[in-house]
């Protein structure tokens, strides 16, 4: 059988139950795809706010590289976390000096080398630097080491992911979108060989509005007030993608998408 990597990329982690529907859907997906590696976006993994060293801990038992977006920093002692663990990235466009880094080469399952690259979109969110110009100074350093790339693009904007895609096409093995929780059904191969979904999706409760309460969030839609949100507890959600790529090339040659939920209760 020819060589390949097959990577599982989970969708944003939404506090407890995206962390039970982890626990729950996670051992399938590896029994039927027997993957290299796994990646996971973990912003939103603690209280469905950012993330503590205790559930990254915890989720580095699940994972081999978390990844994240602009919820990173809502809880502040992750900083140090983000400093001492290489396995876990914030955007690699924030600003120098921000504590932590945007991209990790590591060997998968079988001791080939793997980089991933955490980028986050400007459109609608913080206008930090030019996720399309970082990722050409890391493809600069990366390739040499590797030509197998996966990138989380976390972005709002779904013309700014497909932007993205088509401008790395060619260069990485993957560009997998983050961020909006609902995951897209476009997956496709570009021509170049490059992998690519706008969304990923979400792990989190099944019943809900993007892993919230809905209560909460009809609240906000009516009344237009500031709202707290907290994450639902109403049935299990996880969605994820997987490519498997020619280690030799970095080109996928597939992409496929899996979806899991169950109605009943997360309490």
């Not at 924030?94 to 690259?117: A, C, E, L, Q």
Request: with cysteine; glycine share 8%; hydrophobic share 40%.
């Amino acid at each position: 059988m020819p060589d390949r990597v097959s990577i599982l990329f989970l969708g944003d982690i939404i506090g407890r139950p995206g962390r039970n529907a982890l626990k729950k859907f996670l051992p399938g997906l590896v029994a039927k795809h027997n993957p290299s590696l796994i990646v996971a976006n973990v912003e939103n993994a603690s209280g469905g706010l950012g993330l503590t060293e205790d559930i990254g801990r915890e989720l580095l038992d699940q994972a081999d590289i978390l990844t994240s977006g602009n919820h990173i920093w809502d809880k502040k002692e992750v900083r140090d976390f983000l400093e001492r663990e290489k396995r876990l990235l914030r955007p690699a466009n924030y600003p120098p000096g921000n504590p932590g880094r945007g991209d990790v080469v590591r060997p998968d399952r079988r001791g080939r080398k793997v980089s991933v690259i955490n980028l986050q979109g400007r459109v609608f969110m913080e206008p930090i630097d030019c996720p399309f110009r970082t990722a050409d100074a890391l493809l600069e350093k990366i390739r040499p080491e590797t030509p197998i790339i996966v990138v989380d693009f976390h972005a709002e904007a779904t013309s700014e992911k497909q932007a993205l895609g088509w401008y790395l096409d060619g260069r990485v093995t993957a560009v997998l979108g983050t961020h909006t929780h609902v995951p897209t059904a476009d997956e496709r191969l570009l021509p170049g060989g490059t992998a690519y979904l706008t969304d990923v999706g979400m792990a989190g409760a099944a019943n809900s509005v993007i892993g919230m309460k809905r209560e909460q969030a009809l609240e906000k839609f009516l009344t237009a007030l500031p709202q707290r949100f907290e994450p639902a507890k109403d049935g299990l959600f996880l969605s994820a993608a997987v490519v498997v790529a020619d280690p030799a090339t970095g080109r996928a040659l597939s992409i496929t998408r899996e979806i899991f939920r169950e109605e009943t209760s997360d309490e």
